[in-house]
């Protein structure tokens, strides 16, 4: 059955959200990718036997490989913000602003097998060996003073959080990580479900480290702290040189999303 018209509510709010960030699409993608026309009145939530379904004219959506989306009765805030998405594609729909339903889709299609999520661990734990994180510089002081703010309290966070010793060096080709502690890390990782793994994995590669991705989904720190970690380097150049309005702007909303999105599925998963 359907689930209560107040839960409307939460699909205004993200549709307005996503307005204001811009991330709905108006005209076709490029040559290179084929425009698919909106061919739904609505989105909306049901309820079906015990899960929610994110639906297009009441019909639920499906992943790439066919599967039905079907979300947990503790993720009815996520099933309402990715109908969201749905509601707010104008005349082509835009894979990219759908970083919701993409995360979800990931999870069922990709990490519900036990080979995928192997090779998904390792890839994320390659990261910890070179995480940005790890990387402190002893200059410029602009970039001191950002590591020392932002850095720092997520390497702590990890050590206390996990038990484990990490180490820090200014010189990226002699970061290497104990394997008491990557084992212990490997361990944390394989036992996340496949929605979590999929947010920790797209947020790793979008923050270029492991920690600030763990952070993130296990919520220790929020989507804006996140991303001011990760562009440290970034945010430490601009001090120096200034800002380029167009590209910067870009990375950041960009950042953002992708940020905002891997912590908002891990809610309830």
């Known amino acids: 059955m359907k689930t209560a018209n107040p839960g409307r509510h939460l699909l205004q709010s993200a549709s307005r959200v996503f307005r204001v960030r811009g991330i709905c699409t108006t005209r076709p993608p ?3 990718a084929p425009a698919v026309r909106r061919f739904w009145r609505s989105a909306g939530v049901d ?3 015990g ?10 959506i499906k992943t790439p490989n066919g599967a039905q989306v079907q979300l947990a009765p503790s993720q009815r805030t996520l099933a309402w913000l990715m109908a969201g998405e749905w509601e707010t594609q104008k005349e082509f729909i835009g894979a990219h ?13 990709g990490l519900s097998d036990t080979a995928t999520r192997a090779d998904v661990v390792d890839k994320l734990l390659k990261y910890f060996h070179t995480d940005s994180a790890c990387l402190h510089e002893e ?4 970039l001191v003073e950002l590591q020392q703010r932002h850095y720092t309290p997520i390497v702590e966070w990890t050590r206390k959080a996990y038990g484990i010793e990490i180490s820090l060096t200014s010189d990226m080709f002699a970061l290497k990580q104990t394997e008491q502690a990557t084992q212990t890390l490997r361990k944390v990782l394989t036992e996340f479900s496949p ?10 590669m979008a923050a ?3 920690l600030i991705g763990l952070a993130l989904v296990e919520h220790h720190v929020s989507a804006e702290d996140a991303a001011m970690a990760a562009q440290v380097e970034s945010n430490s150049q601009t001090q120096l040189w200034g800002h380029l309005e167009n590209a910067h702007d870009i990375d950041n909303a960009a950042l953002r999303q992708i940020l905002g ?3 908002c599925v891990t809610i309830g998963a």
């Open 30 to 32: 490029s040559d290179k």
């Open 47 to 49: 309820s079906r036997n």
């Open 51 to 60: 899960k929610y379904v994110v639906t297009l004219d009441d019909r639920p």
């Open 97 to 109: 602003s759908l970083p919701l339903t993409s995360l979800v889709c990931r999870s069922i299609d």
């Open 139 to 142: 200059y410029p002081h602009t």
């Open 195 to 204: 929605l979590k793994l999929a947010a920790l994995e797209k947020a790793t």
């Open 208 to 210: 270029k480290s492991l």
């Open 261 to 263: 999105a891997s912590a």
